[in-house]
RNA sequence: GGUCCCGUGGUGUAGCCUGGUUUAACAUGCCACCCUGUCAAGGUGGAGAUCGCCGGUUCAAAUCCGGUCGGGACCGCCA
Protein backbone atom coordinates (compact mmCIF):
# COMPACT_ATOMS: atom_id res chain seq x y z
CA UNK A 1 0.00 0.00 0.00
CA UNK A 2 1.52 3.42 -0.81
CA UNK A 3 1.55 6.23 1.35
CA UNK A 4 -1.00 8.92 1.91
CA UNK A 5 -0.84 12.57 3.35
CA UNK A 6 -2.85 13.09 6.01
CA UNK A 7 -3.82 15.95 4.13
CA UNK A 8 -5.72 13.80 1.49
CA UNK A 9 -7.52 11.90 4.34
CA UNK A 10 -11.39 13.68 4.18
CA UNK A 11 -11.13 12.94 0.31
CA UNK A 12 -11.16 9.23 1.05
CA UNK A 13 -13.78 8.24 3.83
CA UNK A 14 -14.28 4.54 3.69
CA UNK A 15 -10.81 3.79 2.43
CA UNK A 16 -8.36 1.50 4.12
CA UNK A 17 -5.30 4.29 4.05
CA UNK A 18 -1.63 3.95 4.81
CA UNK A 19 -0.27 7.10 6.56
CA UNK A 20 3.24 8.17 8.14
CA UNK A 21 4.81 10.53 10.72
CA UNK A 22 5.90 12.20 13.60
CA UNK A 23 4.09 11.11 17.14
CA UNK A 24 2.63 15.08 17.29
CA UNK A 25 1.08 14.35 21.15
CA UNK A 26 -1.14 11.63 22.08
CA UNK A 27 -4.07 11.79 24.72
CA UNK A 28 -5.46 9.26 26.57
CA UNK A 29 -8.79 8.05 27.97
CA UNK A 30 -9.93 5.21 30.15
CA UNK A 31 -10.91 2.78 26.60
CA UNK A 32 -8.99 4.98 23.70
CA UNK A 33 -6.52 7.37 23.08
CA UNK A 34 -6.36 10.29 20.48
CA UNK A 35 -2.61 9.86 18.59
CA UNK A 36 -2.08 12.68 16.38
CA UNK A 37 0.48 12.17 13.73
CA UNK A 38 2.24 15.13 11.61
CA UNK A 39 3.01 14.86 8.39
CA UNK A 40 4.87 17.49 6.19
CA UNK A 41 0.84 17.81 4.85
CA UNK A 42 -0.39 18.47 8.23
CA UNK A 43 -2.14 16.20 10.91
CA UNK A 44 -4.81 13.93 11.26
CA UNK A 45 -5.73 11.53 15.06
CA UNK A 46 -6.12 8.00 15.00
CA UNK A 47 -8.02 6.42 16.98
CA UNK A 48 -6.48 4.04 19.31
CA UNK A 49 -8.41 1.27 21.63
CA UNK A 50 -7.23 -0.19 24.30
CA UNK A 51 -4.88 -3.45 22.88
CA UNK A 52 -1.84 -4.61 21.09
CA UNK A 53 -1.61 -1.68 18.89
CA UNK A 54 -1.60 1.11 21.85
CA UNK A 55 1.00 -1.81 23.68
CA UNK A 56 2.83 -1.19 20.72
CA UNK A 57 3.43 2.82 21.67
CA UNK A 58 4.28 2.21 25.62
CA UNK A 59 7.42 3.68 26.46
CA UNK A 60 7.80 5.84 23.16
CA UNK A 61 7.90 9.63 23.09
CA UNK A 62 6.67 11.85 21.03
CA UNK A 63 8.48 12.76 17.49
CA UNK A 64 8.52 8.82 17.53
CA UNK A 65 8.48 8.14 13.48
CA UNK A 66 5.25 5.73 12.88
CA UNK A 67 3.46 3.86 10.37
CA UNK A 68 0.23 3.63 10.34
CA UNK A 69 -2.49 1.29 8.19
CA UNK A 70 -6.12 2.12 8.91
CA UNK A 71 -9.53 3.05 7.95
CA UNK A 72 -10.89 6.82 7.25
CA UNK A 73 -14.24 7.13 8.85
CA UNK A 74 -15.47 10.77 9.09
CA UNK A 75 -16.19 12.04 12.12
CA UNK A 76 -17.64 15.45 12.84
CA UNK A 77 -16.12 16.12 15.93
CA UNK A 78 -12.52 15.39 14.43
CA UNK A 79 -10.39 18.75 13.42
CA UNK A 80 -9.93 17.66 9.94
CA UNK A 81 -13.77 15.88 9.72
CA UNK A 82 -12.34 12.27 10.06
CA UNK A 83 -10.72 9.91 12.13
CA UNK A 84 -8.34 7.22 11.40
CA UNK A 85 -9.64 4.03 12.90
CA UNK A 86 -8.52 0.53 13.49
CA UNK A 87 -5.09 0.90 13.25
CA UNK A 88 -1.92 -1.22 12.18
CA UNK A 89 1.31 0.33 13.99
CA UNK A 90 4.84 -0.12 12.75
CA UNK A 91 7.39 1.97 14.41
CA UNK A 92 9.70 3.45 12.05
CA UNK A 93 12.17 4.69 14.43
CA UNK A 94 11.14 4.99 17.98
CA UNK A 95 12.16 8.07 20.23
CA UNK A 96 12.44 7.06 24.13
CA UNK A 97 13.75 10.32 25.10
CA UNK A 98 11.72 13.44 26.04
CA UNK A 99 12.78 16.68 23.89
CA UNK A 100 14.20 20.02 25.37
CA UNK A 101 11.22 21.81 24.85
CA UNK A 102 7.35 21.11 23.88
CA UNK A 103 6.51 20.60 19.97
CA UNK A 104 2.90 20.13 20.41
CA UNK A 105 2.22 23.77 21.66
CA UNK A 106 0.54 26.66 19.49
CA UNK A 107 3.46 29.18 20.78
CA UNK A 108 7.13 27.96 21.08
CA UNK A 109 8.10 28.72 24.33
CA UNK A 110 11.98 28.55 25.03
CA UNK A 111 13.34 31.62 24.49
CA UNK A 112 15.78 32.38 21.69
CA UNK A 113 18.99 31.16 22.37
CA UNK A 114 17.99 27.78 23.99
CA UNK A 115 15.72 27.36 20.70
CA UNK A 116 18.67 27.96 18.57
CA UNK A 117 20.86 25.12 20.91
CA UNK A 118 18.25 22.54 19.54
CA UNK A 119 17.47 23.93 16.55
CA UNK A 120 17.27 20.80 14.44
CA UNK A 121 14.48 19.47 16.79
CA UNK A 122 12.20 22.70 17.35
CA UNK A 123 12.40 23.60 13.58
CA UNK A 124 9.88 21.01 13.20
CA UNK A 125 7.66 22.93 15.36
CA UNK A 126 4.53 24.30 13.12
CA UNK A 127 4.92 27.87 13.36
CA UNK A 128 9.15 27.45 12.32
CA UNK A 129 7.67 24.59 9.94
CA UNK A 130 5.42 28.00 8.61
CA UNK A 131 8.29 30.78 8.17
CA UNK A 132 10.38 28.72 6.50
CA UNK A 133 7.94 27.32 4.05
CA UNK A 134 7.26 31.32 3.26
CA UNK A 135 10.58 31.95 2.87
CA UNK A 136 10.86 29.11 0.48
CA UNK A 137 7.91 30.69 -1.33
CA UNK A 138 9.89 34.49 -1.39
CA UNK A 139 12.85 32.80 -2.48
CA UNK A 140 11.21 31.03 -5.26
CA UNK A 141 9.16 33.68 -5.99
CA UNK A 142 12.25 36.01 -6.97
CA UNK A 143 13.48 33.53 -9.31
CA UNK A 144 10.28 33.12 -11.12
CA UNK A 145 9.39 36.91 -11.54
CA UNK A 146 13.24 38.02 -13.16
CA UNK A 147 13.03 34.51 -15.56
CA UNK A 148 9.97 36.09 -16.37
CA UNK A 149 11.47 39.66 -16.90
CA UNK A 150 14.27 37.89 -19.23
CA UNK A 151 17.04 37.38 -16.65
CA UNK A 152 19.46 34.44 -16.10
CA UNK A 153 20.63 33.10 -12.67
CA UNK A 154 24.15 32.68 -12.50
CA UNK A 155 26.21 31.36 -9.34
CA UNK A 156 29.60 33.11 -8.44
CA UNK A 157 32.15 31.65 -6.29
CA UNK A 158 32.02 32.12 -2.76
CA UNK A 159 35.81 31.73 -2.06
CA UNK A 160 37.39 34.91 -3.41
CA UNK A 161 41.10 36.26 -3.65
CA UNK A 162 40.47 39.94 -3.02
CA UNK A 163 38.43 42.00 -0.73
CA UNK A 164 35.02 42.78 -2.93
CA UNK A 165 35.38 46.82 -1.79
CA UNK A 166 39.06 46.45 -0.38
CA UNK A 167 37.16 46.26 3.74
CA UNK A 168 38.68 44.52 6.45
CA UNK A 169 35.75 42.86 7.45
CA UNK A 170 36.10 39.60 5.57
CA UNK A 171 37.08 36.48 7.07
CA UNK A 172 40.02 34.85 5.96
CA UNK A 173 40.24 31.19 4.96
CA UNK A 174 43.56 28.71 4.17
CA UNK A 175 43.34 28.11 0.35
CA UNK A 176 46.42 25.31 -0.30
CA UNK A 177 49.21 27.56 0.02
CA UNK A 178 47.87 31.02 0.06
CA UNK A 179 45.07 33.24 1.41
CA UNK A 180 41.66 33.55 0.70
CA UNK A 181 38.53 35.42 1.81
CA UNK A 182 35.18 34.60 2.01
CA UNK A 183 32.71 36.61 -0.23
CA UNK A 184 30.97 39.64 1.36
CA UNK A 185 28.88 39.79 -1.48
CA UNK A 186 28.77 38.44 -5.49
CA UNK A 187 29.00 42.08 -6.43
CA UNK A 188 31.79 42.32 -8.78
CA UNK A 189 31.10 39.25 -10.22
CA UNK A 190 27.51 39.98 -11.09
CA UNK A 191 28.50 43.26 -12.72
CA UNK A 192 30.60 41.36 -14.81
CA UNK A 193 28.12 39.10 -15.58
CA UNK A 194 26.37 41.93 -17.17
CA UNK A 195 29.01 41.80 -19.83
CA UNK A 196 27.54 38.31 -20.83
CA UNK A 197 23.90 38.09 -19.94
CA UNK A 198 22.94 41.66 -19.79
CA UNK A 199 20.38 41.07 -16.68
CA UNK A 200 21.71 38.74 -13.92
CA UNK A 201 20.42 37.65 -10.41
CA UNK A 202 21.52 35.57 -7.91
CA UNK A 203 20.69 33.91 -4.85
CA UNK A 204 23.40 33.51 -2.62
CA UNK A 205 25.21 33.73 0.73
CA UNK A 206 27.46 36.24 1.98
CA UNK A 207 30.12 36.64 4.49
CA UNK A 208 30.46 39.70 6.84
CA UNK A 209 33.08 39.34 9.76
CA UNK A 210 31.80 42.57 11.47
CA UNK A 211 31.35 42.11 14.92
CA UNK A 212 27.81 43.62 14.98
CA UNK A 213 25.52 42.75 17.92
CA UNK A 214 22.19 43.49 16.79
CA UNK A 215 18.56 41.93 16.14
CA UNK A 216 19.20 42.60 12.20
CA UNK A 217 22.58 41.40 11.18
CA UNK A 218 24.61 38.29 10.97
CA UNK A 219 27.56 37.30 9.83
CA UNK A 220 26.32 34.95 7.12
CA UNK A 221 23.06 35.33 5.36
CA UNK A 222 21.22 34.96 1.99
CA UNK A 223 21.43 37.85 -0.45
CA UNK A 224 19.26 38.04 -3.67
CA UNK A 225 21.10 39.81 -5.85
CA UNK A 226 20.30 41.64 -9.13
CA UNK A 227 22.31 43.44 -11.99
CA UNK A 228 21.20 44.60 -15.43
CA UNK A 229 22.72 46.34 -17.94
CA UNK A 230 20.60 48.96 -20.85
CA UNK A 231 19.30 51.63 -18.09
CA UNK A 232 18.95 54.88 -18.31
CA UNK A 233 19.16 55.83 -14.73
CA UNK A 234 18.53 54.18 -11.38
CA UNK A 235 15.07 54.35 -11.65
CA UNK A 236 14.88 51.50 -14.02
CA UNK A 237 16.67 49.07 -11.44
CA UNK A 238 14.15 50.48 -8.78
CA UNK A 239 11.07 49.72 -11.10
CA UNK A 240 12.50 46.13 -11.35
CA UNK A 241 13.43 45.91 -7.83
CA UNK A 242 9.38 47.18 -6.75
CA UNK A 243 8.61 44.67 -9.10
CA UNK A 244 9.98 41.79 -7.85
CA UNK A 245 9.12 43.00 -4.25
CA UNK A 246 5.39 43.18 -5.46
CA UNK A 247 5.48 39.72 -6.96
CA UNK A 248 6.94 37.94 -3.99
CA UNK A 249 4.67 39.75 -1.33
CA UNK A 250 1.66 38.25 -3.77
CA UNK A 251 3.14 34.87 -3.78
CA UNK A 252 3.27 34.51 -0.50
CA UNK A 253 -0.71 36.06 -0.41
CA UNK A 254 -1.57 33.44 -3.11
CA UNK A 255 0.54 30.62 -2.11
CA UNK A 256 0.58 30.55 1.34
CA UNK A 257 -2.37 31.47 3.42
CA UNK A 258 -2.46 28.86 6.24
CA UNK A 259 1.28 30.30 7.12
CA UNK A 260 0.09 33.79 6.73
CA UNK A 261 -2.82 33.59 8.87
CA UNK A 262 -0.71 30.77 11.71
CA UNK A 263 2.06 33.72 11.60
CA UNK A 264 0.26 36.44 11.95
CA UNK A 265 1.44 37.96 8.92
CA UNK A 266 0.48 41.35 7.58
CA UNK A 267 1.50 41.58 4.01
CA UNK A 268 1.93 45.02 2.63
CA UNK A 269 -0.14 44.28 -0.30
CA UNK A 270 -0.86 47.10 -3.00
CA UNK A 271 1.48 49.63 -1.57
CA UNK A 272 3.17 51.78 -3.61
CA UNK A 273 6.64 52.52 -3.58
CA UNK A 274 7.35 56.34 -2.61
CA UNK A 275 10.69 58.02 -2.83
CA UNK A 276 12.41 60.79 -1.26
CA UNK A 277 16.47 61.85 -1.41
CA UNK A 278 18.57 61.58 0.80
CA UNK A 279 19.10 65.40 1.02
CA UNK A 280 15.29 65.79 1.26
CA UNK A 281 15.10 62.94 4.06
CA UNK A 282 17.05 64.74 6.40
CA UNK A 283 15.07 67.90 6.06
CA UNK A 284 12.36 66.05 7.19
CA UNK A 285 14.14 65.37 10.40
CA UNK A 286 14.69 68.56 11.13
CA UNK A 287 11.31 69.12 10.31
CA UNK A 288 9.15 66.16 11.55
CA UNK A 289 11.82 65.89 14.97
CA UNK A 290 13.70 69.34 15.13
CA UNK A 291 17.24 67.43 15.04
CA UNK A 292 19.85 68.97 12.50
CA UNK A 293 21.76 65.77 10.52
CA UNK A 294 22.84 67.70 7.96
CA UNK A 295 26.45 67.34 9.14
CA UNK A 296 25.83 63.24 8.84
CA UNK A 297 26.70 61.39 5.83
CA UNK A 298 24.38 58.73 6.54
CA UNK A 299 20.90 57.91 8.05
CA UNK A 300 21.08 56.13 11.64
CA UNK A 301 18.84 53.42 12.62
CA UNK A 302 16.77 56.19 13.72
CA UNK A 303 16.03 57.96 10.83
CA UNK A 304 15.81 55.24 9.12
CA UNK A 305 12.51 54.40 11.83
CA UNK A 306 11.64 58.00 11.31
CA UNK A 307 11.39 57.93 7.57
CA UNK A 308 9.67 54.70 7.81
CA UNK A 309 6.82 56.47 9.85
CA UNK A 310 6.48 59.24 7.54
CA UNK A 311 6.12 57.18 4.41
CA UNK A 312 3.64 55.32 6.08
CA UNK A 313 1.55 58.17 7.44
CA UNK A 314 1.99 60.62 3.90
CA UNK A 315 1.82 57.81 1.15
CA UNK A 316 -0.05 54.78 3.40
CA UNK A 317 3.00 52.61 2.71
CA UNK A 318 5.20 50.37 4.32
CA UNK A 319 8.10 51.07 1.73
CA UNK A 320 10.19 53.98 0.95
CA UNK A 321 12.94 54.40 -1.32
CA UNK A 322 15.99 56.56 -0.09
CA UNK A 323 17.65 57.85 -2.86
CA UNK A 324 21.13 60.10 -3.31
CA UNK A 325 23.20 59.17 -0.77
CA UNK A 326 26.79 61.01 -0.69
CA UNK A 327 29.20 59.45 -2.68
CA UNK A 328 31.59 59.42 -0.04
CA UNK A 329 29.71 56.61 1.67
CA UNK A 330 29.03 54.64 -1.07
CA UNK A 331 32.23 51.91 -2.53
CA UNK A 332 34.07 52.76 -5.28
CA UNK A 333 31.88 51.49 -7.85
CA UNK A 334 28.93 53.46 -7.17
CA UNK A 335 27.78 56.03 -10.10
CA UNK A 336 28.10 59.88 -9.25
CA UNK A 337 25.06 62.04 -10.26
CA UNK A 338 26.86 64.43 -13.11
CA UNK A 339 24.78 67.00 -12.06
CA UNK A 340 25.64 66.59 -8.52
CA UNK A 341 28.42 64.33 -8.08
CA UNK A 342 28.61 64.75 -4.42
CA UNK A 343 25.75 62.68 -4.05
CA UNK A 344 25.23 59.36 -6.00
CA UNK A 345 22.49 57.77 -8.21
CA UNK A 346 22.38 54.82 -5.20
CA UNK A 347 19.36 54.17 -2.96
CA UNK A 348 18.36 52.11 0.26
CA UNK A 349 14.83 50.62 0.33
CA UNK A 350 13.39 50.79 3.67
CA UNK A 351 10.69 48.25 5.10
CA UNK A 352 9.22 48.57 7.96
CA UNK A 353 12.03 51.01 9.28
CA UNK A 354 14.82 48.99 8.27
CA UNK A 355 17.36 49.03 5.51
CA UNK A 356 15.97 45.86 3.14
CA UNK A 357 17.73 46.29 0.26
CA UNK A 358 20.72 48.56 -1.29
CA UNK A 359 21.62 48.99 -4.68
CA UNK A 360 22.26 51.88 -7.50
CA UNK A 361 23.59 52.58 -11.12
CA UNK A 362 27.44 51.77 -11.26
CA UNK A 363 30.12 53.44 -12.97
CA UNK A 364 30.72 51.65 -16.16
CA UNK A 365 33.16 53.89 -17.81
CA UNK A 366 36.36 52.23 -17.72
CA UNK A 367 38.35 55.27 -16.87
CA UNK A 368 35.99 56.75 -14.72
CA UNK A 369 36.01 53.29 -12.95
CA UNK A 370 39.97 53.48 -12.31
CA UNK A 371 39.97 56.63 -11.11
CA UNK A 372 37.15 55.98 -8.15
CA UNK A 373 39.37 53.23 -6.93
CA UNK A 374 42.31 55.33 -6.89
CA UNK A 375 40.88 57.90 -5.79
CA UNK A 376 39.77 56.21 -2.39
CA UNK A 377 42.79 54.58 -2.04
CA UNK A 378 41.53 51.27 -3.38
CA UNK A 379 44.97 49.18 -5.38
CA UNK A 380 43.57 48.53 -9.10
CA UNK A 381 45.99 45.74 -9.48
CA UNK A 382 43.73 43.25 -7.34
CA UNK A 383 40.68 43.80 -9.17
CA UNK A 384 42.09 43.16 -12.84
CA UNK A 385 39.39 40.51 -13.65
CA UNK A 386 36.84 42.92 -13.11
CA UNK A 387 38.64 45.77 -14.91
CA UNK A 388 38.92 43.65 -17.59
CA UNK A 389 35.16 43.18 -18.04
CA UNK A 390 34.79 47.44 -18.32
CA UNK A 391 37.90 47.43 -20.80
CA UNK A 392 36.00 45.59 -23.58
CA UNK A 393 32.59 47.25 -22.99
CA UNK A 394 30.43 47.65 -20.19
CA UNK A 395 26.90 49.21 -20.97
CA UNK A 396 25.26 51.63 -18.33
CA UNK A 397 24.01 49.02 -15.65
CA UNK A 398 23.12 49.52 -12.04
CA UNK A 399 21.63 46.62 -9.47
CA UNK A 400 20.91 45.40 -6.33
CA UNK A 401 20.49 43.26 -3.09
CA UNK A 402 17.92 42.22 -0.61
CA UNK A 403 18.70 40.65 2.46
CA UNK A 404 16.25 37.65 2.72
CA UNK A 405 16.18 36.90 6.52
CA UNK A 406 15.89 40.71 6.92
CA UNK A 407 12.82 40.95 4.28
CA UNK A 408 11.05 37.88 6.20
CA UNK A 409 12.23 39.02 9.70
CA UNK A 410 9.89 42.43 9.02
CA UNK A 411 7.35 40.52 6.83
CA UNK A 412 6.09 38.44 10.43
CA UNK A 413 7.44 41.09 12.75
CA UNK A 414 10.13 38.88 14.30
CA UNK A 415 12.03 40.65 16.75
CA UNK A 416 14.96 39.12 15.57
CA UNK A 417 16.18 38.05 12.21
CA UNK A 418 17.68 34.82 14.04
CA UNK A 419 14.11 33.33 14.29
CA UNK A 420 14.08 33.74 10.29
CA UNK A 421 17.16 31.91 9.61
CA UNK A 422 17.29 28.58 10.22
CA UNK A 423 20.73 27.71 11.66
CA UNK A 424 22.04 31.62 11.91
CA UNK A 425 25.46 32.39 12.07
CA UNK A 426 26.77 35.61 14.79
CA UNK A 427 29.66 36.70 16.71
CA UNK A 428 28.71 33.42 19.21
CA UNK A 429 27.08 30.69 17.34
CA UNK A 430 28.58 28.69 14.62
CA UNK A 431 26.88 25.41 15.36
CA UNK A 432 24.34 23.61 15.11
C1' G B 1 34.51 48.26 19.87
C1' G B 2 30.80 51.42 23.27
C1' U B 3 26.34 51.74 26.69
C1' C B 4 22.56 49.16 29.36
C1' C B 5 19.86 44.69 31.04
C1' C B 6 19.35 39.32 32.29
C1' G B 7 21.28 34.08 34.21
C1' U B 8 16.31 30.10 39.61
C1' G B 9 13.98 21.96 38.15
C1' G B 10 13.82 19.82 30.85
C1' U B 11 11.20 24.52 29.23
C1' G B 12 9.04 29.47 30.63
C1' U B 13 8.62 32.49 34.90
C1' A B 14 7.85 34.44 40.42
C1' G B 15 10.94 35.24 44.65
C1' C B 16 16.09 39.27 44.89
C1' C B 17 15.12 46.00 45.91
C1' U B 18 13.72 45.69 51.92
C1' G B 19 19.37 39.07 53.56
C1' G B 20 16.55 34.78 58.26
C1' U B 21 8.92 30.84 58.52
C1' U B 22 11.39 29.09 51.70
C1' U B 23 11.34 21.72 53.36
C1' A B 24 12.94 27.72 46.89
C1' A B 25 6.84 29.00 44.47
C1' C B 26 3.80 28.75 39.78
C1' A B 27 2.81 27.02 34.75
C1' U B 28 4.15 23.47 31.28
C1' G B 29 6.60 18.82 30.24
C1' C B 30 7.76 13.70 32.38
C1' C B 31 5.86 9.23 35.52
C1' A B 32 1.47 6.83 38.02
C1' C B 33 -3.69 6.63 38.78
C1' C B 34 -8.79 8.60 37.57
C1' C B 35 -11.96 10.31 33.51
C1' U B 36 -16.13 7.40 26.72
C1' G B 37 -14.45 12.61 21.96
C1' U B 38 -10.03 15.05 23.16
C1' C B 39 -8.17 18.82 19.88
C1' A B 40 -3.14 24.32 24.35
C1' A B 41 -8.07 18.05 27.08
C1' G B 42 -9.44 17.80 32.49
C1' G B 43 -8.63 15.83 37.77
C1' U B 44 -5.43 13.69 41.83
C1' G B 45 -0.63 12.41 43.28
C1' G B 46 4.79 11.84 42.38
C1' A B 47 9.79 12.58 40.69
C1' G B 48 12.78 16.64 39.11
C1' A B 49 16.87 22.89 40.98
C1' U B 50 22.79 22.60 46.21
C1' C B 51 19.17 29.46 42.41
C1' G B 52 25.51 29.98 35.81
C1' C B 53 30.59 29.69 38.08
C1' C B 54 34.46 31.65 41.64
C1' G B 55 35.44 34.68 45.62
C1' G B 56 33.95 38.38 49.39
C1' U B 57 30.60 40.78 53.28
C1' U B 58 27.59 38.59 57.34
C1' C B 59 25.90 34.72 62.95
C1' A B 60 23.11 33.79 58.24
C1' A B 61 23.27 34.79 50.88
C1' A B 62 18.93 32.71 45.33
C1' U B 63 18.72 37.66 47.80
C1' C B 64 24.19 42.46 49.12
C1' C B 65 29.41 43.37 46.76
C1' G B 66 33.50 42.06 43.19
C1' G B 67 35.25 39.03 39.32
C1' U B 68 34.28 35.56 35.52
C1' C B 69 31.49 32.86 31.85
C1' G B 70 26.94 32.70 29.03
C1' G B 71 22.71 35.33 26.90
C1' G B 72 19.83 39.68 25.27
C1' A B 73 18.77 45.05 23.73
C1' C B 74 20.53 49.53 21.63
C1' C B 75 24.63 52.29 19.16
C1' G B 76 28.64 51.97 15.49
C1' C B 77 28.30 49.09 10.68
C1' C B 78 25.20 47.09 7.18
C1' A B 79 21.44 43.56 3.73
Not at 48 to 56: A, F, M, N, S, Y
Not at 98 to 125: I, M, Q
Not at 402 to 408: K, M, N, Q, W
Amino acid sequence: MSRTLTAELPALVGKRVLIEGWMHTMRSFPDFSFLVIRDRSGQAQVILEEGPELQRLRGLQNESVLRIEGDVVAEERSPIGVDVRNPSITVLAPVTEVGPFELNKKVLKPSLDVFLNHAPYGLRHPSKVATFRVMSTLLSAYREFLVGQDFTEISTPKIVGAATEGGANVFAVEYFDRHAYLAQSPQLYKQIMVGVFERVFEVGHAFRAEEHYTSRHLNEYCSLDLEMGFIRSQQDVMDVLAGVISAMVDAIHERNPREVEMLKIELPLGHSFPEITFRAGQQLILDRYGENRFHEPDLSPQDERRLGEWAKEEHGSDFLFVTHYPTVKRPFYAYPDPDDPEHSETFDLIFRGVELVTGGRRINDYEQLVASMEARGVDPQPFGGFLEAFRYGMPPEGGFAVGSERFLARLMNADNIRETTLFPRDVGRLTP
